[in-house]
T-cell receptor, first 114, second 117 residues
Framework: DTEVTQTPKHLVMGMTNKKSLKCEQH?????MYWYKQKAKKPPELMFV???????INESVPSRFSPECPNSSLLNLHLHALQPEDSALYLC?????????????FGQGTRLTVV | AQKITQTQPGMFVQEKEAVTLDCTYD???????LFWYKQPSSGEMIFLIY??????QNATEGRYSLNFQKARKSANLVISASQLGDSAMYFC??????????????FGQGTRLTINP
């Protein structure tokens, strides 16, 4: 199983809503990532979890709150988002502490903030 | 500072022709990995090929090969015998070595490849 599963695939939320994005992998990977991708732009790293601990936070606004409940799951909690936060949110996982292993990506969640 | 540079925003190629997508990178770390990903309109990022900084030979995966020129800091992707299904966005990415912990995977701006029948 080389799959990273993201739910939901599409999400429309108001600026006062609270929602969560979910990501799951069963490859035994201990590094998991959230990326944000705006239209016609490359993915931008938001967070990295290593062995279920937050390893990297790329100065992301606090309205985005990541959580790693266990080694297979990664959540991104959303609250009080702005319309400019509308984007494709990609989750990825990889083996830990190795430059020579690829990251496996999910299909992403297309988020629209209205 | 931008570490991955893809200078071709878009490329148009006839079906069955070979195509080269350019990628240059910048790092002072002797240990790094270079990756190419394909992103169709569906959004998922599909891993294509990997080249390590210490690899002596250029990587190949089926129709994909990586032209790695370390002194020039370039890692161009070559797709042989292009197919209509190769039409997509292609990203070059780099992961630098670190003593501990997960490393960042940083992407270039991407090249949109269109294969014409």
């Amino acid at each position: 199983d080389t799959e990273v599963t993201q739910t939901p695939k599409h999400l429309v939320m108001g600026m006062t809503n609270k929602k969560s994005l979910k990501c799951e992998q069963h490859m035994g990977h201990r590094a998991m990532y959230w990326y944000k991708q705006k239209a016609k732009k490359p993915p931008e790293l938001m967070f990295v979890y290593s062995y279920e601990k937050l390893s990297i936070n790329e100065s992301v606004p606090s309205r985005f709150s990541p959580e790693c409940p266990n080694s297979s799951l990664l959540n991104l909690h959303l609250h009080a988002l702005q319309p400019e936060d509308s984007a494709l949110y990609l989750c990825a996982s990889s083996q830990e502490e190795a430059t020579n292993t690829e990251a496996f990506f999910g299909q992403g969640t297309r988020l629209t903030v209205v | 500072a931008q570490k991955i540079t893809q200078t071709q925003p878009g490329m148009f190629v006839q079906e069955k022709e070979a195509v080269t997508l350019d990628c240059t990178y910048d790092t002072s770390d002797p240990s790094y990995g270079l990756f190419w990903y394909k992103q169709p309109s569906s959004g998922e990022m599909i891993f294509l090929i990997y080249q390590g900084s210490y690899d002596q030979q250029n990587a190949t995966e089926g129709r994909y090969s990586l032209n790695f020129q370390k002194a020039r800091k370039s890692a161009n992707l070559v797709i042989s015998a292009s197919q209509l299904g190769d039409s997509a966005m292609y990203f070059c990415a780099m992961r630098e070595g670190r003593a501990q912990g997960a490393q960042k995977l940083v992407f270039g701006q991407g090249t949109r490849l269109t294969i014409n029948p």
